[in-house]
T-cell receptor, first 110, second 115 residues
Framework: GQNIDQPTEMTATEGAIVQINCTYQ??????LFWYQQHAGEAPTFLSY????GLEEKGRFSSFLSRSKGYSYLLLKELQMKDSASYLC???????????FGAGTRLFVKA | EAGVAQSPRYKIIEKRQSVAFWCNPI?????LYWYQQILGQGPKLLIQ????????DSQLPKDRFSAERLKGVDSTLKIQPAKLEDSAVYLC?????????????FGPGTRLTVL
């Protein structure tokens, strides 16, 4: 079967660093996406990893280990506006179907 | 560049009624997706179009849901008749092509409440 696991909720303090983990088991793999979704809004693209390693983009970094079926999203210098849900999604093969995890709700407190 | 447009933004209906949602993807995007997102869950793919052809509709409840993308541009998603469990946000997304490196762009969604 296909499964994507992420923690349901996390809380962190403004200015701190937080790591959101994602593990996946899918029948095919063509890359992993992270999306940010504020309450009541559509998901917006954050990052895409297809090779092992760390991709850095400003305050956000994403890591992938294909052999372990594992990824994480690292958010540095947290701001209140980072309070949102973070969705891990795996792009399959054969038609490029995207499977989403349930999302991790991040609460940033002052 | 205009984003993915969806209408209506909100819809409230009673069970057993019918409802239709409309999506206009980003110009030039060949691939179009409809997702259902129930509160507290991630988006679940209902149907994927490549131009006006269906690529994947394996999770579309075909006894009550239907979708079409005539002329390979706009798309409509219909539910007939609606059930209570259909209450969700329906997201439309588009992508330039089916290529892996092309990210999906999501519309604002239609929030459906079935009473």
């Amino acid at each position: 079967g296909q499964n994507i696991d992420q923690p349901t909720e996390m809380t962190a303090t403004e200015g701190a660093i937080v790591q959101i983990n994602c593990t996946y088991q899918t029948s095919g793999f063509n890359g992993l996406f992270w999306y940010q979704q504020h309450a009541g809004e559509a998901p917006t693209f954050l990052s895409y990893n297809v090779l092992d390693g760390l991709e850095e983009k400003g305050r956000f970094s994403s890591f992938l280990s294909r052999s372990k079926g594992y990824s994480y999203l690292l958010l540095k210098e947290l701001q209140m506006k980072d309070s949102a849900s973070y969705l891990c999604a795996v792009l399959g093969t054969g038609g490029f179907k995207t499977i989403f995890g349930a999302g991790t709700r991040l609460f940033v407190k002052a | 560049e205009a984003g993915v447009a969806q209408s209506p933004r909100y819809k409230i209906i009673e069970k057993r009624q019918s409802v239709a949602f409309w999506c206009n993807p980003i110009s030039g995007h060949a691939t179009l997706y409809w997702y259902q997102q129930i509160l507290g869950q991630g988006p679940k793919l209902l149907i994927q179009f490549q131009n006006n052809g269906v690529v994947d509709d394996s999770q579309l409840p075909k006894d009550r849901f239907s979708a079409e993308r005539l002329k390979g541009v706009d798309s409509t998603l219909k539910i007939q008749p609606a059930k209570l469990e259909d209450s969700a946000v329906y997201l439309c997304a588009s992508r330039v092509s089916g290529g892996a490196l092309d990210t999906q762009y999501f519309g604002p969604g239609t929030r459906l409440t079935v009473l």
